[in-house]
């Protein structure tokens, strides 16, 4: 990898895999990408930015050619709530979308494209417990629907174009220096900032609603493992399952009051929880481990720890 292009780089994921892009590869090396959200002051001085539509393909061709990219990390998409509410705009951009980046991979021949999936690819019937990689792919999201497309669309570049495409299937993702973007797992995100800040947080799913989720370092550790992977290795390419961690609302709470004893949560279940009861409660990820030797690093309560620590440094 020489030249790397970052979509949908402010985003919740984007904007801390760029910054460790960068550590790694060097500031000029590694271009950002946002559609029209500005980008962070340290994002843009930091190395080179650009305004860019995924649903136009020469807008990203044109940044291919100009930077001379050989690698895509194809992070741009319409999150799984925000999806719901207009799912069309979620098909366009997460569909038509990746087609437009796998077609410029095709056509400049770029030697890596980087596509996450989700655990929004499954659906009610699939195995809720230990879910295999191998399983019934029924999501009832139009971002599942668009993330099995993508698993598949992946697949497809690799076997008959030879584009080297590849994905994991991310769980709940957990940051502190981004605010969650639309997704059904943001409670996750937000009651740590509630918590500091108000000492109480209103969750919208069930107290014993479980689900996996990932600590972000780990999320860009498994990105970025799986982008330097020996592809011959690899049995599979785009429909990695990668697992952390499983808990559930209430435990979350319990993680953050023994920091913050007077902290009260409420569950006021809305939308979402018929999308989060949809979803796994914890993954099979033996292949990823077995496949390119994928370990995680963070569990609830190292997490919980850091995240509170980063947080009440960030909101002092």
């Not at 709530?81 to 990746?98: R, S, Y």
């Not at 000492?199 to 479980?210: A, G, H, I, P, S």
Request: hydrophobic share 35%; aromatic share 10%; net charge negative.
């Amino acid at each position: 990898m020489k030249n790397i292009l970052v979509t949908g780089a402010c985003g919740q994921i984007g904007s801390e895999l760029v910054e460790k892009l960068r550590e790694k590869y060097g500031n000029e090396n590694v271009v950002a990408a946002g559609h029209k959200k500005p980008p962070a002051e340290k994002m843009q001085n930091a190395g080179p930015f650009e305004y860019i539509d995924v649903v136009h393909k020469e807008e990203i061709a044109n940044i291919v050619k100009r930077y001379d990219i050989d690698t895509i990390y194809h992070m741009a998409a319409i999150l799984s709530a925000v999806g719901e509410q207009k799912p069309q705009l979620a098909f366009n951009v997460n569909l038509i979308g990746l087609y437009n980046v796998l077609e410029v991979g095709r056509e400049y021949k770029l030697e890596r494209i980087m596509v996450p999936s989700s655990i929004a690819a499954f659906g009610p019937d699939t195995p809720k417990d230990n879910t295999p990689n191998e399983t019934i792919l029924r999501p009832t999201t139009m971002y599942g629907v668009t993330k099995v497309a993508g698993e598949l669309l992946g697949n497809y570049y690799f076997y008959k174009y030879g584009v080297d495409v590849r994905g994991v299937r991310f769980p709940g993702i957990i940051s502190s220096e981004t605010l969650p973007g639309g997704g059904t797992t943001d409670y996750a995100v937000a009651i740590y900032y509630e918590a500091i800040k108000n000492k109480r947080y209103t969750c919208f799913v069930r107290e014993d609603t479980v689900l996996p989720m990932m600590y972000m370092p780990d999320s860009i550790k498994a990105l970025m493992d799986l982008s330097e992977a020996d592809v011959t290795r690899l049995k599979h390419h785009c429909d990695f399952n990668v697992n952390a961690m499983s808990f559930s609302a209430g435990e979350l709470a319990a993680s953050i009051k023994k920091y913050i004893p007077e902290f009260t949560c409420e569950y006021k279940p809305d939308y979402r929880q018929e999308i989060a009861d949809s979803w796994p409660r914890s993954l099979d990820d033996s292949a990823a481990r077995d496949e390119w030797g994928w370990k995680p690093e963070y569990d609830l309560p190292t997490m919980t720890k850091d995240m509170l620590e980063k947080l009440s440094k960030k909101l002092r």
